[in-house]
């Protein structure tokens, strides 16, 4: 159950919000091989002036489409966060026009105490998941 927090620029349309929202939850289906109804987005939207992301001294040149993702997430092998930095930011690309370069990503691992779905259990305790 990854919860995928999204930092923009205002000014998309909720047509390009839809996109860049079903876009990576395809890249999440595909690398993390989660059920397709796991699925929890959030958008927080700022002024241009309320978000400073640089390169780290990369050299890229980043552009009001610029998507910062904070992925939550139970922990993952390197290679299947490898996957999903590859195709998230190849879907974000084809159905957004987001180049690579505006793609930044950072993810904090959790354990199954971490989580519940309502009701008030955990359900990865419980087994109920």
Request: glycine share 6%; with cysteine.
């Amino acid at each position: 159950m990854p919860l995928l927090r999204f930092d923009l620029i205002e000014g998309r349309t909720d047509a390009e919000l839809e996109a860049l929202l079903d876009a990576a939850h395809s890249a999440m289906l595909l690398a993390f091989e989660v059920p397709e109804r796991d699925r929890y987005q959030i958008v927080h939207e700022h002024k241009r002036t309320h978000m400073i992301i640089e390169d780290t001294g990369l050299g890229l040149e980043r552009s009001d489409k610029v998507v910062l993702l904070q992925v939550t997430s139970r922990p993952r092998k390197k290679i299947v966060k490898e996957t999903f930095y590859r195709l998230l930011c190849h879907d974000l690309e084809r159905a957004c026009g987001i180049a690579p370069s505006d793609v930044v990503v950072t993810f904090v691992e959790n354990t199954d105490e971490d989580w519940s779905f309502g009701m008030g259990s955990a359900q990865f305790l419980t087994g109920e998941l």
